[in-house]
């Protein structure tokens, strides 16, 4: 079935320091992956996402670039701030059900 | 952006009451819903598909009589926590696809943090 590998966390880095999340998935058919993140007290937002192979997805810094050769969708930021600090989700949309299958989520904490 | 608006956004009940959660599209209309519960420190476990005008689908092992889900309009579904119990403690969260755009992302609400005592 389909699922969605994180690295364990915590992850605690200093600020501008650079962040890399793994994320490895399995799954039939062609996935779309996402990231998503949950700030403290509040629910997930969409961070980034890829539809297909080779999409790289990239926003407030963030990117990460959908690998099917090596079923991978690895979280990237080259200088972390203190508000990045969050829990990430990565997650994938299966394209035969729609539904979206979430990793267990990895906490960064981004200290000063 | 699209907003999806969750209510309440957290809740104590004693066991054995049961709990209603609204989960509302402000600015777009949604077919299907989908309702998540979250455990501390736990990712997110999809529990039932909610389909406008239908019934919903769960995920096995979730008890549908429990966890009654309704539908009612293209902007609101309801999840029941019937019969709460101390086990049923979680965040719950929903989540909402604009019928407009079927391939887009799914917008979250800020979820339901349940205590049951």
């Known amino acids: 079935g389909n699922s969605v590998t994180q690295m364990e966390g915590p992850v605690t880095l200093s600020e501008e320091a650079f962040l890399t999340i793994n994320c490895t998935y399995t799954?039939?058919?062609?996935?779309?992956l996402f990231w998503y993140v949950q700030y403290p007290g509040e629910g997930l937002q969409l961070l980034l996402k890829a539809t297909k192979a080779d999409d790289k997805g990239s926003n407030k810094g963030f990117e990460a670039t959908y690998r099917k050769e090596t079923t991978s969708f690895h979280l990237e930021k080259g200088s972390v701030q203190v508000s990045d600090s969050a829990v990430y989700f990565c997650?994938?949309?299966?394209?035969?059900?729609?539904?979206?299958?979430f990793g267990q989520g990895t906490t960064l904490q981004v200290k000063p | 952006g699209a907003v999806v608006s969750q209510h309440p956004s957290w809740v104590i009940c004693k066991s054995g009451t049961s709990v209603k959660i609204e989960c509302r599209s402000l600015d777009f209309q949604a077919t299907t819903m989908f309702w998540y519960r979250q455990f501390p420190k736990q990712s997110l476990m999809l529990m039932a598909t909610s389909n406008e005008g239908s019934k919903a689908t769960y995920e096995q092992g979730v008890e549908k009589d429990k966890f009654l889900i309704n539908h009612a309009s293209l902007t609101l579904s309801t999840l029941t926590v019937t019969s709460a119990h101390p086990e049923d403690s979680s965040f719950y969260i929903c989540?909402?696809?604009?019928?407009?755009?079927?391939?887009?992302?799914?917008?979250f609400g800020n979820g339901t943090r349940l205590t049951v005592t």
């Open positions: 799954a039939t058919g062609y996935p779309s």
């Open positions: 989540s909402a696809r604009d019928r407009q755009t079927l391939v887009s992302p799914l917008h």
């Open positions: 997650a994938l949309r299966s394209s035969n059900t729609g539904k979206l299958i």
